[in-house]
């Protein structure tokens, strides 16, 4: 059974583009997760969501940043117009259940912000 | 919001030697996870604990969690090079629009040194 599976592992952009992170979630999994952890710092939640619905967004900054699982496909997390600060490893987990009380995580992305 | 003080930050021991890692908090949790952090890579879950009083063993690796809920502990026995890492606490909302968030500590860096 394929682990949680991220990709890019690795993303180089410059001030102002555009940053694609893509998560799949372990077979089975309906629940995902994004955390952010940047330098020196501990990972912090960023978003929930389930199945075409976000459940919680209260990490999320509010400009910029967008997430969505379709119904169809990986789970997106899109950071517009990225700058120096968002230069992090973000991570992805999955739950099969509900409370999701056991995440399991994939390798992350770690975005360089040039 | 939810905190979750874990300590020491770092942690530098001989091989064979014991060490405890703390995780306190003054909130309720529904659960708590402990994970293990390479670098450049994802979390790897170890252990979830989900009842106050809980006690778990994984070989030389010893998880309690509080009666309360609201701290756990990580006990390791005879520390060998290879438990080298850095290792995170998580805990599990109890319940309302957040249930689905983890809630990490700063993390130990824990060195064991041959």
């Known amino acids: 059974n394929a682990g949680v599976m991220q990709n890019p592992r690795h993303l180089v952009r410059r001030r102002g583009q555009e940053a694609r992170l893509r998560c799949s979630p372990m077979?089975?999994?309906?629940?995902v997760y994004w955390y952010r952890q940047l330098p020196e710092e501990g990972l912090k939640f960023m978003v929930y969501l389930q199945k075409e619905n976000i459940i919680d967004e209260s990490g999320m900054p509010k400009e910029r940043f967008s997430a969505e699982f379709p119904k169809e496909g990986p789970s997106i997390l899109r950071i517009q117009q990225v700058v120096r600060g968002d230069s992090a490893a973000y991570f992805c987990a999955s739950s099969p259940r509900v409370r999701g009380e056991t995440q399991y995580f994939g390798p992350g992305t770690r975005l360089l912000v040039l | 919001t939810q905190l979750l003080e874990q300590s020491p930050q770092f942690l530098s021991i001989q091989e064979g030697e014991n060490l405890t890692v703390y995780c306190n908090s003054s909130?309720?949790?529904?659960?708590l996870q402990w994970y293990r952090q390479e670098p450049g890579e994802g979390p790897v879950l170890l252990v979830t604990v989900v009842t106050g009083g809980e006690v778990k063993k994984l070989k030389r690796l010893t998880f309690q969690f509080g009666d309360a809920r609201k701290d756990s502990s990580l006990h390791i026995t005879a520390a060998q090079p290879g438990d080298t890492g850095l290792y995170l606490c998580a805990g599990a909302n109890a319940g309302g629009t957040s249930y689905g968030k983890l809630t990490f500590g700063q993390g130990t860096i824990l060195t064991v040194h041959p």
């Open positions: 909130s309720v949790f529904s659960s």
């Open positions: 077979k089975g999994h309906s629940h």
